[in-house]
């Protein structure tokens, strides 16, 4: 395929999966403001937690099976029989899960919210097993390239709980409650939708233990790299509960909501980069021309996008409660998440590629340790600005290895030094915007890190203007 045919195809499949990734960043940056308006901070911290442990157990249940399903899709004629397979190791998983939480619900409610006699052990009971129905119908859908339907869901998923937010808080109650029960209640809305559109392939039961077999050798590696990776995203908020209360938790989780404005971007891209990265190498191993150029792409977008958040962000929060604007100087080091995660997306696709998956193990453990250890420094010195600072940093680790290894396993011309060097500049800025509480200075620095970036990457800014104005046009003339 020709590099124009390429790039065409790359823009249809991203702007049909991205379109609810858009609409939800908007949602998320009017809705978080609002609930920050209602719901006080250690309220948000303590729903935090629910959801911390919500998204750890998810990621053991399922066990690494969707990535299964992903591989082996193209390759087995029954695709009910081959989404049975891998739904029953997660099933099962899911139900001794629920075994222990009725066992030490005392235990379960008294970590995730302080309290013992509470029903939040139960709503974690439902949101997982909802969770992974959610999951399988998700990774169906973007395995068959249904992007407009992902992203209706995506849309339907975000409104619904905002919706369900609001409307407890303002009728019913205004604690952490109302977060968890809208997260529930749109989870199962969304999976019930997704069903009309997938039902072919759940319906009837079939399970292959021939399959079922290679699937657990595939899958367990993710496990682990799943795990590895939970620990990673959520070190920084057990470090914090255990040296501080919910209000920091709060404070913490309300910056992290707002940097999910570049996290809806994330997730957008690598849910079709993925099957995409698949059928290109696939289709011509030896044409690395797209992974080449999305780096490029990649790289310039996130470290510009991220540099203008900074410059905005004592602006935005005042949209907050006055009792979350400390937050503002929380989100800074925290952007190095999505920045960092998205070109690894890319740049570790020969790890991928060569089945050498034990990488992502060494990675993510190499980074979990340095952020323990940052963590249990910082946290008791800088409280949430240490969680960020460590946190932020330790995804330069999780870069750094993968992009080394994957560029020897499958050598691909990655401009690394200028992403480095701009992951430089961006900490620099980073590090003014956090500890000197300063607006102007704040603003400054983040407008000269925007300049060195485009400077750095000078062709890929007239690239991106070229193509804007390429919309514009025919957009105009329509």
């Given at each position: 395929m020709e590099p124009l045919s390429i790039k065409r195809k790359f823009l249809g499949k991203y702007l049909s999966f991205s379109v609810g990734t858009w609409i939800n960043a908007v949602i998320s940056f009017f809705s978080v403001p609002?609930?920050?308006?209602?719901?006080?901070?250690?309220?948000?911290?303590?729903?935090?937690?629910?959801?911390?442990?919500?998204?750890?157990?998810?990621?053991?249940?399922?066990?690494?099976?969707?990535?299964?399903?992903?591989?082996?899709?193209?390759?087995?004629?029954?695709?009910?029989?081959?989404?049975?397979?891998?739904?029953?190791?997660?099933?099962?998983?899911?139900?001794?899960?629920?075994?222990?939480?009725?066992?030490?619900?005392?235990?379960?409610?008294?970590?995730?919210?302080?309290?013992?006699?509470?029903?939040?052990?139960?709503?974690?009971?439902?949101?997982?097993?909802?969770?992974?129905?959610?999951?399988?119908?998700?990774?169906?859908?973007?395995?068959?390239?249904?992007?407009?339907?992902?992203?209706?869901?995506?849309?339907?998923?975000?409104?619904s709980n905002v919706a369900f937010v609001l409307t407890c808080a303002f009728f019913f109650r205004r604690d952490f409650y109302a977060i968890l029960y809208a997260q529930m209640l749109s989870t199962l809305i969304t999976t019930g939708i997704g069903f009309s559109f997938q039902h072919e392939d759940w319906i009837p039961v079939k399970i292959d233990k021939g399959i079922l077999t290679e699937i657990i050798a595939y899958s367990y590696p993710f496990l682990l790299v799943g795990l590895l990776w939970w620990l990673?995203?959520?070190?920084?908020?057990?470090?914090?509960?255990?040296?501080?209360?919910?209000?920091?938790?709060?404070?913490?989780?309300?910056?992290?909501?707002?940097?999910?404005?570049?996290?809806?971007?994330?997730?957008?891209?690598?849910?079709?980069?993925?099957?995409?990265?698949?059928?290109?190498?696939?289709?011509?191993?030896?044409?690395?021309?797209?992974?080449?150029?999305?780096?490029?792409?990649?790289?310039?977008?996130?470290?510009?996008?991220?540099?203008?958040?900074?410059?905005?962000?004592?602006?935005?929060?005042?949209?907050?409660?006055?009792?979350?604007?400390?937050?503002?100087?929380?989100?800074?080091?925290?952007?190095?998440?999505?920045?960092?995660?998205?070109?690894?997306?890319?740049?570790?696709?020969?790890?991928?590629?060569?089945?050498?998956?034990?990488?992502?193990?060494?990675?993510?453990g190499a980074a979990l340790a340095f952020n323990l250890v940052g963590n249990l420094l910082l946290i008791p010195i800088l409280g949430a600005k240490g969680a960020a600072l460590s946190t932020g940093l330790s995804y330069v680790i999780v870069f750094t290895i993968e992009s080394t290894v994957s560029e020897k396993l499958y050598p691909v011309k990655y401009k690394l030094k200028r992403a480095y060097f701009s992951t430089v500049v961006f900490s620099l800025v980073a590090a003014i915007n956090t500890f000197i509480e300063r607006v102007g200075i704040g603003i400054l620095s983040s407008l000269v890190g925007l300049v060195v970036v485009i400077l750095l990457y000078k062709d890929v800014f007239k690239e991106v203007l070229g193509d804007l104005l390429k919309i514009w046009t025919f957009v105009t003339r329509q």
């Amino acid at each position: 395929m020709e590099p124009l045919s390429i790039k065409r195809k790359f823009l249809g499949k991203y702007l049909s999966f991205s379109v609810g990734t858009w609409i939800n960043a908007v949602i998320s940056f009017f809705s978080v403001p609002l609930v920050s308006w209602l719901i006080e901070p250690s309220e948000y911290g303590k729903a935090n937690m629910f959801l911390m442990m919500y998204s750890m157990v998810l990621s053991i249940v399922v066990f690494g099976t969707p990535n299964a399903l992903m591989r082996f899709y193209h390759k087995i004629e029954d695709k009910g029989r081959l989404l049975w397979s891998c739904l029953i190791v997660p099933i099962m998983l899911s139900t001794l899960f629920a075994i222990l939480a009725l066992i030490f619900k005392k235990q379960v409610n008294l970590f995730l919210v302080g309290q013992e006699s509470t029903s939040t052990y139960l709503l974690l009971i439902a949101s997982v097993f909802f969770g992974v129905l959610q999951t399988f119908n998700q990774t169906l859908i973007r395995i068959q390239g249904k992007g407009f339907v992902y992203s209706s869901l995506q849309i339907v998923n975000s409104v619904s709980n905002v919706a369900f937010v609001l409307t407890c808080a303002f009728f019913f109650r205004r604690d952490f409650y109302a977060i968890l029960y809208a997260q529930m209640l749109s989870t199962l809305i969304t999976t019930g939708i997704g069903f009309s559109f997938q039902h072919e392939d759940w319906i009837p039961v079939k399970i292959d233990k021939g399959i079922l077999t290679e699937i657990i050798a595939y899958s367990y590696p993710f496990l682990l790299v799943g795990l590895l990776w939970w620990l990673l995203g959520w070190t920084d908020r057990i470090i914090l509960r255990m040296y501080t209360g919910f209000a920091e938790i709060g404070l913490y989780s309300a910056a992290f909501k707002l940097m999910s404005i570049t996290n809806l971007f994330t997730t957008g891209f690598s849910t079709f980069w993925y099957p995409f990265a698949y059928e290109q190498y696939e289709k011509n191993r030896e044409n690395k021309y797209v992974l080449a150029k999305v780096f490029d792409y990649v790289s310039f977008v996130m470290f510009s996008l991220s540099l203008i958040i900074i410059s905005a962000k004592s602006l935005l929060f005042l949209l907050f409660e006055k009792s979350y604007r400390e937050s503002a100087f929380v989100i800074p080091f925290l952007l190095l998440n999505p920045i960092l995660t998205m070109m690894a997306i890319v740049a570790d696709r020969g790890i991928d590629f060569l089945k050498k998956t034990y990488w992502f193990i060494v990675s993510d453990g190499a980074a979990l340790a340095f952020n323990l250890v940052g963590n249990l420094l910082l946290i008791p010195i800088l409280g949430a600005k240490g969680a960020a600072l460590s946190t932020g940093l330790s995804y330069v680790i999780v870069f750094t290895i993968e992009s080394t290894v994957s560029e020897k396993l499958y050598p691909v011309k990655y401009k690394l030094k200028r992403a480095y060097f701009s992951t430089v500049v961006f900490s620099l800025v980073a590090a003014i915007n956090t500890f000197i509480e300063r607006v102007g200075i704040g603003i400054l620095s983040s407008l000269v890190g925007l300049v060195v970036v485009i400077l750095l990457y000078k062709d890929v800014f007239k690239e991106v203007l070229g193509d804007l104005l390429k919309i514009w046009t025919f957009v105009t003339r329509q």
